[in-house]
């Protein structure tokens, strides 16, 4: 197994990538801190881990504030001894372009999807340097490219994009790794009622190269490559999972 005997911490978990992933991993022999603010969801992704045989916890925590951040941390290290991996999957999605945008929208997306991975990998870095782990955050094509009326969300993705590379930078030294998934429109939560519009999918579905959505699964597997071995010599990379979207 690619994980066997890993800790990893994935917020986010009760949904989407971050359940998708949580559960590839346990089958790779990652044992699993979920974490995720909805503590139902996030106790049914450690249901269904429990059942199966394999170890995982659930952990109910807002991502924006540092104290419950710093929290969850030490749950994992308390209940499993180490940290190995650290996905730092949660994330808000407020639509809007720069006139649109409430200041408390902008600080709501700037708390949730940047400064959460801030918070993550501050108070995690003492234990996956123990590790030598890795760090892996959920991006987003609108990092790369621009999405139309999303300004807090794309400049939110970009910033981990770069957020990430200078962690990377610091920290290959002591041989932990940070790398960055950026997938574009997939079948979740946050995409789930935008999706039931027709000519909101097709507008979606027309920069993507291959035609089709993406599933929770892929960007699973591509986090599990990025927390794996098999990635031994990547960090620092912004791995686009968009079905050929920003090469478009």
């Not at 429990?50 to 951040?69: F, L, M, T, W, Y």
């Not at 139309?148 to 910033?159: L, M, Q, R």
Request: hydrophobic share 40%; proline share 4%.
């Amino acid at each position: 197994m690619l994980l066997d005997n890993k800790v990893a911490i994935i917020t986010g978990a009760g949904s989407g990538f971050g359940k998708a992933t949580s559960l590839l991993f346990s089958k790779e022999g990652a044992k699993i801190v979920a974490v995720d603010y909805n503590l139902d969801a996030v106790q049914s992704t450690v249901d269904e881990i429990n059942e199966s045989g394999k170890k995982a916890i659930a952990v109910k925590a807002d991502v924006s504030d540092p104290d419950q951040v710093k929290n969850f941390v030490k749950v994992a290290v308390d209940t499993y001894g180490q940290i190995d991996i650290l996905f730092n999957n949660a994330g808000v999605y407020v639509p809007g372009n720069i006139e649109q945008t409430d200041i408390s929208d902008w600080k709501k997306a700037i708390d949730v999807n940047f400064n959460s991975v801030f918070y993550g990998v501050k108070f995690a870095m003492p234990y996956l340097k123990k590790t030598k782990g890795s760090i892996i955050s959920t991006a987003s094509a609108g990092g790369i490219i621009g999405f139309p009326d999303a300004v807090s969300y794309g400049a939110t993705k970009g910033g981990i994009i770069s957020l990430t590379r200078a962690i990377a930078v610091d920290y290959a030294k002591e041989g932990v790794r940070a790398n960055a998934i950026c997938p574009g429109t997939g079948k979740t939560g946050m995409t789930e009622e935008l999706l039931k519009d027709p000519k909101i999918k097709e507008g979606f579905l027309a920069p993507i190269s291959m035609k089709r959505l993406g599933e929770p699964s892929d960007v699973a597997n591509a986090a599990l490559f990025l927390a794996s071995d098999l990635s031994s010599y990547i960090t620092g990379h912004a791995l686009p999972v968009d079905g050929g979207w920003t090469m478009s």
